[in-house]
């Protein structure tokens, strides 16, 4: 999910973490979930607090991201873009009943945002067989929700569905009640990397939104999202979510038994490089399975970190590509999380299984 996952892995700020203070933070990191830790005298320049409940990010090197922003001016502009307003809140309608015979995972009657669990997710023949049944029903629901992309939709509709669709299965909406998250899917406009709030909005003709879906069947989560093109969209914004598709595809043919897990952040920089397109890095994939976020956790941006891909064993990869600054602000509602500068940001996953020689995508249609 990002509810994709909600990843903010612990590790994926690590490299802004002080070694000195860093081993108390582990523990209170999870993937996706915004940070709301207060950080005992922080060296300045690491994170900035605009006001209660909106954190901004870490920038990325200054010089390194003012070449890259000046590249993508360069690329696009020549085209002019209508001027659009900032994303805006709608009303959040309550949530939505579950079955009592629908099983459901064990977070959502705590109501607390879980530990990110550090064990790796392998699977047996009974397990992968679950697994796919997960993916495979959460890449229909993604499906069918995207076939209500259109304009004055409004969010709040599409998770109605989805969540109707779920429940209907006989499966339950994984992010419901994930960390207290009030609604049944993710759903992220236009300048919101993930985590958007189904809401009283309506999809305006030129959007863009990120459709966040997971599903938990018979003990096992299937997560997997795509970016889809509300009406008449603007040729600049449709090469954005064309590439973060391809980033998703090019990640995914690197993977397999033995690989390196720093592959998957390589080759999605380098192909976002190419349009002069930012690879945001505080949200991350993750292992699932059984349990909805666990090690690994996946780096989308280039990286030195350890690691290798175990056959049998079942991740996410879900890259956020964004038009401006990868700099991102989180609303408070503590999930809601958009672009610093208001650019533009598309995202894709799947949830893939790995084997000897490659990798099935178990979320495709």
Known sequence: MALK?????????????????????????????PLEISIPNPPSGEYTLKRPGIIVSKKLSGLEEAVRIQRSRELHGSIKLRKRPPLRRGKVSGRLPVPDHICRPPYVDSGLLPELSREHQLHEDEGISRMKAACELAARVLDYAGTLVRPSVTTNEIDKAVHNMIIDAGAYPSP?????????????????????????RQLQDGDIINIDVTVYLNGYH???????????????????????????????????????????????????????????????????????????????????????????????????????????????????????????????????????????????C
Not at 231 to 251: F, Q, Y
Not at 326 to 354: M, P
């Open 222 to 364: 299937g997560d997997t999202s795509k970016t889809f093109l509300c009406g008449n969209v603007n040729e600049l914004t449709k090469r954005l979510v064309k590439v973060a598709e391809e980033c998703l595809e090019r990640a995914i043919y690197v993977c397999k038994d033995g690989a390196n897990f720093k592959k998957i952040g390589k080759r999605i920089s380098e192909h976002a490089e190419k349009y002069g397109y930012g690879v945001v890095e505080r949200f991350v994939g993750h292992g699932v399975g059984t349990v909805f976020h666990s090690v690994p956790l996946i780096l989308h941006h280039r990286n030195d970190e350890s690691g290798c891909m175990v056959e049998g064993e079942t991740f996410t990869i879900e890259p956020i590509l964004t038009m401006g600054s990868t700099e991102n602000v989180t609303w408070d509602d503590g999930w809601t999380t958009v672009t610093a500068d208001g650019s533009r940001a598309a995202q894709f996953e799947h949830t893939i299984l790995i084997t000897r020689t490659g990798a099935e995508v178990l979320t495709k």
């Open 5 to 33: 996952a909600f990843i903010c892995r612990p590790c994926c700020v690590s490299a802004a973490i002080p070694p000195s203070i860093e081993p108390s933070w582990r523990s209170s990191f999870f993937v996706g979930q």
């Open 176 to 200: 419901l009640g994930y960390g207290g998250f009030p609604k049944s899917v993710c759903t992220s406009v236009n300048e919101c990397m993930c985590h958007g709030i189904p809401d009283s």
